[in-house]
């Protein structure tokens, strides 16, 4: 018994020795090793970080691992800015700067590099870097900070340029290049370096040109009229460590330099194009002829025909800016007539911007010829001849004349389910010479009895028409429009229309009320409703800083609002010139639910809180740029290879 056991002990030894042996012998995929996930340090630097009475124009920073630089063009920032663009390169362990304009005297110099240097290999971002020196025996640390919005809807601005001046005069913007310059980033926020003491006026530009001057119409500026003085004081901010993704190791108080002005806003616009000219001419369709300007006037481009007779000859449609100017032909006559040659008269801006009349030859040629219509009309013909010789052979019903149009259709957009205040529309295709309002008819069904209902029909466009009434919840009408109501300029008629409306019960609906402060009740504010892409829902005038909204679709909605100080109804931009602010527009911060028969009443100051933080960031469609982060890979290896092999090794993550 007892031989037996020792002969399995024996066999069992074996076997462990063995599967030890294939285990070492057993070579595996080996893992690469612990990743670097330490950041580029800088270690030296010609001439020095900070360095005092500098004359080179060539900079070299060394680091300890290779490097690169990220989208340079954007992130990295020369101050004062550079006419001929400085030359940044990264080769190996080093940046070399060379600066191509001349050094000025007693002048700080700082080349803000953002976030754009990481490590060549791994990717990890050394954070943001600047770099300085001076020309002078002491060099300028003060910053300002703050945000660029877009005036129209707080949109934050990323890449404009801000720039200060210490020359306070207004027409400085427009003559020389700025002092001292940043970009903005994702969240719209700047910060100017290497400042010294002193009174300053801040701009945001759009440069087209990368001269560093406002001096071009299509420029988008923001200026403000408020002088900065750069200071500082000691504070404290709270840093958090992470043990995790998801835990927090401690909250550190770190002492730093608080620099301010931090909260500087500037709301950028794009000044009216008032520059008119002639964009270009078509005639897309043989009844038609189009002219397209770059900016609207009042007095329409007269026409004169060269090879035809003009006098009432049009039907002329124009924009609500009157930029875009449709000639349509009554005469079939000149329809079929490939080439009109016109000479036109319009207003149009000469190189200083000032109008002057024009005369201008034009020869407007149909897009398709008539004698290619005439061929696709031969073609169309004989398909119906066809048709008709097939239908006569069978001994069935069969037309001897061809068919020409002699209707057209009235395109009435309602839907079948309204809102006590929707509006009817009718839209027409051609322009109308005769119109009968008394084919037109607006019946209400009461008691299952239908009664002819009050309403007001208005010519809103040329081919645009409104019908609107007092629509009572819960009440059911039928539109009714009559044959031949409506003739256009060919002498084709309407056809019959009976169009069923459903008004819903005031229980589908809610109501919103906004008490409005933090301006004047003198002032004429206007309040708008905005769904989740920032579109207007709705738009109220506010009476006496009260806005009232009935009638509601249950929803969330975000809410706007902007002094119309001209009391035009439309938001305005601003002129730099004309030192004119663009009118002001405020955002509610919050989501607002509305839901059905509830009645929802906020309370809104449009002033307390800081522009820069109105928007709701659900609409706001510039996102903040993402943050580079370091890679802690080595913390998901150690958890691969295990604790206990970490403590056996003495490794430290």
């Known amino acids: 018994m007892m031989k037996l056991i020792e002969t399995r002990c024996a066999v069992f030894f074996i ?18 090793g612990w990743f670097d996930d330490t950041p580029p340090r800088v270690v ?15 900079v070299t920073i060394n680091f300890n691992e290779f490097i690169k630089i990220e989208d340079a ?48 290999n791994e990717g990890n971002p050394m954070g943001n870097y600047t770099y300085s020196f001076s020309t002078g025996s002491q060099i300028d640390t003060l910053e300002v900070s703050g945000y660029v919005l877009n005036a129209e809807n707080l ?68 200026f403000s009229h408020d002088l900065i003085k750069p200071s500082w004081k000691p504070d404290t901010r709270q840093d958090t460590v992470w043990l995790d993704s998801l835990h927090i190791s401690n909250i550190l108080r770190v002492p730093y330099t608080h620099f301010l002005p931090d909260d500087i806003t500037l709301l950028s616009f794009q000044e009216p194009q008032t520059d008119r000219y002639l964009l270009k001419t078509e005639r897309k369709d ?25 006098d009432s000859a049009f039907v002329v449609e124009a924009s609500q800016k009157q930029d875009t100017i449709v000639y349509w032909l009554r005469d079939t006559t000149l329809i079929n007539q490939d080439s009109l040659q016109i000479e036109a008269q319009y207003y149009m801006t000469d190189t200083l911007g000032n109008l002057f009349l024009k005369t201008d030859t034009l020869d407007l040629t149909a897009k398709v010829s008539y004698e290619k219509r005439q061929k696709e009309f031969q073609r169309e013909w004989e398909k119906w001849k066809k048709q008709q010789d097939r239908l006569k052979k069978r001994g069935e019903r069969y037309d001897s004349i061809y068919p020409t149009k002699q209707t057209f259709e009235l395109k009435v957009n309602t839907s079948a389910q309204m809102s006590p205040l929707g509006k009817v529309f009718i839209e027409v295709s051609v322009p109308i010479e005769r119109l009968d309002t008394a084919g037109i008819h607006l019946y209400s069904q009461i008691d299952s009895v239908w009664y002819e209902a009050p309403f007001k029909f208005e010519q809103k466009q ?46 589908e609906f809610s109501s919103l009320f906004l008490n409005l402060s933090g301006v004047s009740d003198t002032c004429s504010v206007v309040v708008q409703l905005l769904d989740g892409s920032d579109k207007v829902v709705r738009q109220e005038n506010a009476q006496k800083l009260s806005a009232e909204f009935y009638y509601l679709r249950p ?91 970490i403590k056996d090794k003495g490794i430290n993550i």
Not at 47 to 55: H, I, L, R, S
Request: net charge neutral; proline share 5%.
């Open 15 to 32: 076997f462990l020795l063995t599967a030890f042996l294939m285990g070492c012998a057993r070579m595996g995929n080996p893992d690469g």
């Open 44 to 58: 030296s630097a010609s001439p020095n970080d900070k360095g005092v009475g500098v004359k080179s124009k060539k």
């Open 73 to 120: 063009q954007n992130k990295v920032i020369v101050s004062p800015p550079q006419i001929e663009q400085a030359e940044i390169k990264a080769s190996g362990k080093r940046i070399v700067i060379e600066l191509k304009d001349s050094l000025k005297e007693n002048t700080t110099y700082t080349v803000d590099f953002s976030d754009a240097i990481v490590d060549n």
């Open 155 to 222: 949109e934050p601005v990323k890449g404009i340029l801000v720039g200060l001046y210490d020359n306070l005069s207004d027409t400085i913007f427009r003559k020389e290049p700025m002092m001292r310059v940043s970009r903005t980033n994702g969240s719209g926020r700047f910060t100017i370096k290497g400042i010294a003491p002193g009174q300053y006026r801040v701009y945001a530009l759009q440069d087209a040109n990368s001269d560093f001057i406002f001096n071009q119409k299509s420029e988008a500026v923001g």
């Open 286 to 310: 043989p009844d038609r002829l189009g002219f397209f300007f770059s900016y609207g006037h009042e007095q329409l481009p007269l026409l004169k025909g060269l090879n035809f007779n003009a």
């Open 462 to 507: 040329l081919r645009v028409y409104e019908i609107t009434a007092e629509w009572k919840p819960d009440v059911e009408y039928s539109l009714e429009i009559d044959s031949m109501a409506f003739e256009d300029i060919y002498g084709l008629t309407s056809m019959p229309v009976k169009k069923g409306i459903k008004i819903q019960n005031e229980d």
């Open 555 to 645: 929803g969330k909605y975000y809410v706007r609002a902007f002094v119309d100080y001209n009391r035009n109804g439309l938001w305005d931009t601003g002129k730099y010139d004309d030192d004119l602010q663009a009118e002001p527009v405020y955002y509610y911060k919050e989501e607002i639910e509305c839901k059905q028969k509830w009645d929802v009443s906020r309370d809104w100051n449009l002033v307390a809180i800081p522009r820069y933080q109105q928007k709701p960031l659900a609409i706001t469609k510039q996102k903040p740029d993402k943050e580079k982060q370091l890679k802690n890979r080595n913390a998901e290896r150690a958890k691969k290879l295990g604790k206990e092999y």
